[in-house]
Each structure stands twice: as C-alpha cells, then as structure tokens.
C-alpha cells in the first residue's frame, strides 16, 4: 500500500471540518540565513502553528529552505512531544526532484520516497523522544526542546534512509545577537558519536539559532520574535 492518501490522512484533516481554521494559534514564523563557514549559502522561511486534538494538541511547522542549488519544501505534524505523526517533502537537486510521505500509527512511522528512478518504503519504530529532522532544514530544530524531557531521542532523518539515538540536553541561558538586539535564549544540544547539533530558543520556544558544526552551517533568523 503506498502513502498518496497521506494528504488526506494528514492530522489537520482529522479535526472536524473548519476546527482547524478557527482554532490554529500561531507559536512561530520568520525567516533564517544561512551561512557556512561565516558566507551566507541560502535561506529559510518557516511557519510553526498548534491546533488542538484529540488526546491533546499538535503542531504543524512547514517552510522552504533554500540551501546553494538545493530546495526544500517541507511539512512536518508532530504531537505535544515533538514525536511526527505526518510528514511531506519535497527536494529539488540539479533538475531531479524527490519526494517523502510519511505517517505515524502508534509506535510506528512509515516512509515513502519517490524519484524518477522509482519508489522506496521503510518504517521506523517510534519510541518516547523521538524526532524527525532533516540537517538542512532547519524549522525541524524547533521541535527539539519540545522533546527535552528524556535525556536520550530517537531521530529519523527520511531523505537519509537514517535512524539513531542521541544525546538530549539542555545546556541552560545563552544570549543570541539577531540583527544587532541581544535576544535571551536557552541553548539545546543534541550529540551522537561526537557529532552535535545546538538549537537557540527564547523563552517561548520561538527559534533563535541552529548550528551544525560537522557541516560548518548556521542558521541565524534575521529579526527578532515578536
């Protein structure tokens, strides 16, 4: 069975019709530069919203990234924990495209990438903390301290075919300068094998900063949250 019903199986399509639009919150939107090695390479535009649900509330953070000639769309669901529940991207490369479909049943997520080159399906096992992240796509950074209550996560990354476990921590208050306004932050960091990747959020969970160090990449969001 392949996953092109996921659209319709999406976590907003489950609400009961017009919930969404009228109970949505905004929790995040701005736009990132990203640079490596301090030369800016590309940009992201990113939007995170929260709708109630069933047995809770769920977020939906999507965007474009824009990375050298990479292109990235994305839309990622995820639950109060940060663990995926939908999850649809597009990347453009050299004029080849490829897409990922993804959907979550409970303790387990399931994957469908597509080129012209045909069809590939994996299913990951879902356990508490886990995450879905992407290295280039930086938005998937805000879900990571909503995951900060178990010290060791689960992360898929779909485009990699990868599944391994990190590191979690909170590394306390750090001060973030975003267009030349020193903005209060509290810095995460994830860490596997000696590879780490550190997210900067302010005191609302609103994204500041997301470093890759192994890939020498920083993305720091142009203005301040308002």
């Known amino acids: ?3 092109r019903f996921l659209g319709a199986l999406s976590f907003l399509a489950l609400l009961p019709a017009g919930l969404a639009a009228q109970s949505s919150a905004l929790v995040d939107d701005g736009t990132f530069t990203i640079s490596r090695k301090g030369a800016p390479v ?3 535009a990113f939007r995170i919203v929260r709708v109630p649900a069933p047995g809770g509330q769920v977020f939906r953070g999507s965007g474009t990234t824009v990375i050298e000639d990479r292109r990235y769309t994305t ?3 995820t639950d109060s924990t940060g663990m995926p529940v939908s999850y649809e991207a597009r990347l453009t490369h050299e004029g080849k495209s490829l897409r990922i ?3 979550g049943r409970p303790g387990r ?10 069809e590939s399906a994996r299913e990951y096992v879902l356990q508490n903390g886990a995450l879905l992240m992407e290295d280039e796509v930086f938005l998937h950074f805000f879900f990571v301290p909503l995951a900060a209550a178990s010290s060791r996560v689960t992360v898929i990354v779909p485009r990699g075919a990868q599944q391994g ?3 979690l921590a909170s590394l306390g208050p750090e001060t973030v300068e975003i267009a030349g306004i020193k903005v209060p932050g509290r810095r995460f960091s994830l860490s596997s094998d000696g590879v780490s990747r550190d997210v900067w959020v302010d005191a609302l969970g609103r994204l500041l900063k997301v470093s890759i160090p192994e890939r020498e990449l ?3 969001r142009d203005d301040p949250p308002r």
């Open 165 to 167: 476990v990190f590191a």
């Open 42 to 44: 590309g940009r992201e």
């Open 75 to 77: 839309v990622l669901g």
């Open 218 to 220: 920083v993305a720091l």
């Open 101 to 103: 479909e993804g959907r």
């Open 109 to 118: 997520f399931s994957v469908l990438s597509t080129t012209t080159g045909g």
């Open 1 to 3: 069975m392949t996953l």
